[in-house]
């Protein structure tokens, strides 16, 4: 199913199983199909819910780069989270995204779990994530 985000995006949505909503949210090297071993075996107690971000196929890819950000991320993640009437109010999120949910949305979860997430780069941090990113990898390779 599709859902239509706050500034008129599509995301494709998928929910599986029932029960207290645990909501998988993709990083930046996957989109929902990421989640099928976690969604298999949450699934028999859990409902699920994993989406395709924006400009992750099927979901709507916006061409405009102002379309992308950490903050608009934040707000899919509350208007997928908004499909029935009545919200959700029982999640386990991952990824960065999610983090920067529970901080602006904090009574809209029970917890999070964040795992193996980086923040991601905005467009006009590129060249200082870049530079954080191979100092990082530099010291892997230094100190083992």
Known sequence: MFITTSDNIKLNVKKTGTGKVVLFVHEFGGDQRSWKPQVSYFSRRYECITFNARGYPPSDVP???DSYSQERAVEDIYDVMNVKKDGYSDF?????????FGIKYPKKTISLTIAAS???AEKNHEDYFRRLSSDVANQFIKLG
């Open 63 to 65: 061409k405009s780069i």
């Open 118 to 120: 980086g923040y991601g």
């Open 92 to 100: 386990q999120f991952i990824s960065s995204w999610s983090m920067n």
